[in-house]
């Protein structure tokens, strides 16, 4: 049993990062729905299908990701991209599909990310059928929180995350005040319950909290498989 204390001095429980014997949840079969097709009216369209215009990639550059039918699509190596637009508290509507074949297998099956704040990661996995830590499975907080149960669809098919975001607030020195928060719905089905997050997350390790400003791009991640996303609309808080 090990126990971190974070920046904040909270406790965060027992688990190891990465923790193999972290129990898995269980397996579910989720709904039909999959959250509104049309974003609502006061919602910012962050991608329509149509363009990039609205993502760049970490360099500031144009997005070099493929645009097709509805879809864009991770093309491997020209890195992950970021929105142009910056933001703190939302709620983030987000469709994503894992390739069909599936490929690799634990985290090299479906590999990429939404992160909030540039920092966060809500981790997607192609994890139907297909086994890896619980801290690292889709719809977790990457290294911190597994989801509450695999609400997962089959590889091709789409699947959609509803994430509401709590940014971290830090005092006028700096210091941090209230860790980030978040609740996800994966297909519909609530898979992150006001989850605290215990800093920015990573691979390996649980860095903590550092002074960000109140405001920072969404970005998705390139981890070399062409995974899909489309439909992403965002509400400010
Ligand atoms: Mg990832």
């Not at 709620?91 to 599936?102: C, F």
């Not at 290294?143 to 959609?160: E, F, I, M, T, Y």
């Amino acid at each position: 049993m090990v126990f971190i204390v974070t920046a904040a001095g909270a406790f965060q429980g027992k688990w190891k990062i990465h923790d193999k014997d972290r129990s898995l949840p269980p397996v579910i079969k989720p709904g039909t729905g999959s959250g509104p097709a049309l974003p609502p009216a006061d919602a910012i369209v962050l991608f329509n299908g149509k363009n990039l215009s609205q993502w760049e990639d970490s360099k500031g550059k144009p997005a070099r990701w493929k645009v097709k039918n509805d879809y864009m699509e991770v093309v491997k190596k020209t890195g992950s991209i970021r929105t142009i637009r910056k933001f703190g508290d939302c709620q983030l509507h987000i469709e994503w599909s894992t390739p069909l074949p599936a490929l690799g297998k634990g985290q090299a099956r479906g590999n990429s990310g939404v992160f909030l704040m540039d920092l966060y990661e809500v981790q997607v996995l192609d994890c139907y059928n297909n086994q890896t830590y619980a801290d690292g499975m889709a719809g977790a907080i990457y290294g911190q929180h597994p989801p509450l149960v695999n609400a997962c669809r089959p590889p091709g098919k789409w699947q959609s995350f509803d994430i509401i975001f709590h940014r971290p607030l830090f005092d006028n020195k700096g210091s941090l005040t209230q860790p980030a928060l978040m609740s996800i719905l994966h297909n519909g089905v609530l898979i992150q319950d006001n989850a605290e997050l215990t800093g920015p997350t990573a691979w390996k390790k649980r860095p903590p909290y550092k002074f960000h400003p109140d405001k920072l791009p969404i970005s998705l991640q390139d981890h070399g498989n062409p995974v899909r996303y489309r439909n992403i609309w965002i509400r400010k808080l």
